[in-house]
């Protein structure tokens, strides 16, 4: 039996592939294990059969035989542990290409959720304009950090890993808040990840999710 992970049964990006399904059918296209996926909807994320699964009723979540997952960086770990692709076999490396993994959930994502939010949720609030320069800025911050230490490289550390593929579906959050376009190399550097075959299938399965609810 493949594992089976779930996804937004009707995404609200349309499906663009921002949820974080997306990172997870990655790697694991990344790796050539197929799976299936269970949709659900809003209303069943937050029933008890999904909660035993996730505690915060969200999505993605991950089984294998009698192992249940919640948390894309966990799933996505253990994906990359379980199969050769997604981790270089140098020990020092493999901890390098996991502290990307980290840098990415815990660094990066979190001012670009902020961002994204608020361009989302908050355009109508009084105070938007106001917040809106400092949330770019801390984003940019980042982006600059992050464009200084991949300089010219093709991706993070050697060869492209669980590292990259976390960091670039955080970075394509930003697609259309207009700041990755300041940075040429950054900007490249997510449509280096969107080219590869397994993000591409990936993205074509989960458009494939929102094309067939759209015509129901
Ligand atoms: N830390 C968790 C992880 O990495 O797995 C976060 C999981 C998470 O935020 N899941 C979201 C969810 O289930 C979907 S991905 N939300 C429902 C809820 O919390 O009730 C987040 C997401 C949703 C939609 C867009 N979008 O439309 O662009 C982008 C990202």
């Known amino acids: 039996?493949?594992?089976?992970?779930?996804?937004?049964?009707?995404?609200?990006?349309?499906?663009?592939?921002?949820?974080?399904?997306?990172?997870?059918?990655?790697a694991l296209e990344e790796v050539g294990q197929p799976y299936d996926v269970r949709l659900v909807s809003f209303e069943a994320m937050k029933a008890p059969a999904h909660l035993a699964l996730h505690p915060f009723g969200q999505i993605p979540t991950y089984e294998d035989g009698d192992l249940a997952l919640f948390e894309s960086g966990a799933i996505l770990l253990h994906i990359a542990e379980r199969h050769g692709g997604l981790l270089p076999k140098d020990a020092n490396a493999r901890s390098r290409a996991i502290a990307w993994m980290f840098a990415a959930l815990s660094t990066v994502e979190p001012p670009i959720v902020e961002l994204t939010m608020a361009m989302l949720f908050e355009r109508d609030e009084s105070w938007y304009a106001e917040r809106l320069p400092m949330l770019r800025d801390r984003v940019r911050t980042r982006l600059g950090e992050l464009s200084r230490r991949l300089g010219d490289a093709e991706w993070l550390d050697g060869?492209?890993?669980?590292?990259?593929?976390?960091?670039?579906?955080?970075?394509?959050?930003?697609?259309?808040?207009?700041?990755?376009d300041e940075y040429l190399?950054?900007?490249?550097?997510?449509a280096?990840?969107?080219?590869?075959?397994?993000?591409r299938r990936a993205f074509d399965?989960?458009?494939?999710?929102?094309?067939?609810?759209s015509r129901s």
């Not at 960091?167 to 207009?178: A, E, I, K, P």
């Not at 280096?192 to 993000?199: L, V, Y």
């Not at 399965?205 to 609810?213: N, P």
């Open 1 to 26: 039996m493949p594992p089976t992970i779930t996804a937004f049964e009707n995404s609200p990006d349309r499906g663009r592939g921002q949820a974080r399904d997306m990172r997870v059918r990655w």
């Open 159 to 180: 060869a492209f890993s669980a590292g990259d593929l976390m960091m670039v579906t955080v970075l394509r959050r930003l697609n259309t808040s207009g700041v990755l």
């Open 185 to 190: 190399e950054i900007a490249a550097y997510v």
């Open 192 to 199: 280096r990840g969107e080219a590869r075959p397994a993000f």
């Open 205 to 213: 399965a989960q458009l494939a999710v929102f094309t067939a609810a």
